[in-house]
Structure formats: structure tokens, C-alpha cells
């Protein structure tokens, strides 16, 4: 970049592209399904991840309960889009929230180290921030856990 030039990148004012990424709330007999991965596993987030290039958010929400808990996400509906930070990378994020059902029982497969189901009062757990800020919040408002 020349001298006297006004254009900068996002990159030379520090502005990181938001993260983009689908998750699933699944709640059962009012308590939320959360995962933790190998990178990070004392910080429990929601099921989901990354869409791949020229994926749906919907699409991406399939793959990703297949390969981290082996389930398929039973009549998934959009429940919010969320703009929040990335725990793990600590950069923006933009989440599309899926409230979904699962019929058969998940087990930990892929990234994952293991999973827990929380009740609304959770205390003795480490939540990433947009389930703590924006997720436990919203499933409360609409009746689908506790307090």
C-alpha cells in the first residue's frame, strides 16, 4: 500500500471475518444437550459446527449431529441467528440456532471429548459465551427449560 493511499484491508485494522456456524439446541424433560471438544474440554458449547463451501445452514446442521454424536436432528427449526464470539478462536461469530429433537441416544464421536445434559440453573459447568448470553436465555423465554 502506498503512502498517501485512504484504503485498508479489514486485516490492517484488525477486524477478523465473522466465524460462521450452525448448532443444535436439543432439549429433553427440560435440560440442554452440550458438547465439549478435544481442543477445549473443560468449555461445553452446543452440537454443531462449520458449513462446508455451498452448504445450508440446515444441511450443515445434519452433517455435523451425524458425525459428533452419530443423530439426526428430528423436525429442526430455525430458532435464532446469533451474533456473538467464538469461544475457542475469540473472534466474532455468527450462529444459526436450530431447535431440533433427537430419537436416538448421542454418544461423542469426531472433535468431541464428551457431552452433558444441563438444567437451566447450571453452575458447576463452563458454558461458551453465546449459550450463556444468548441460548439458556432465549430457551427459557419460551418455556423449553427452567429458570
Not at 43 to 50: A, E, R
Amino acid at each position: 500500500m502506498t503512502r498517501g493511499s485512504e484504503s485498508t484491508t479489514a486485516e490492517e485494522h484488525g477486524a477478523a471475518e465473522p466465524l460462521t456456524v450452525v448448532a443444535a439446541a436439543i432439549v429433553q424433560e427440560g435440560r440442554l444437550l452440550v458438547v465439549s471438544k478435544q481442543a477445549a474440554p473443560d468449555v461445553f458449547y452446543l452440537p454443531g459446527g462449520k458449513p462446508e463451501a455451498g452448504e445450508a445452514p440446515l444441511e450443515a446442521l445434519r452433517r455435523e449431529l451425524d458425525e459428533e454424536l452419530g443423530v439426526e436432528p428430528l423436525e429442526p427449526r430455525l430458532l435464532a441467528r446469533i451474533e456473538s464470539v467464538a469461544a475457542l478462536e475469540g473472534v466474532p461469530m455468527r450462529l444459526t440456532l436450530f431447535e431440533a429433537r433427537i430419537a436416538r441416544t448421542p454418544a461423542p464421536a469426531a472433535e468431541l471429548a464428551r457431552l452433558r445434559w444441563i438444567s437451566g440453573d447450571v453452575s458447576d459447568v463452563r458454558l461458551a459465551p453465546a449459550v450463556t448470553d444468548h441460548v439458556l436465555p432465549l430457551l427459557r423465554r419460551a418455556g423449553s427449560m427452567e429458570p
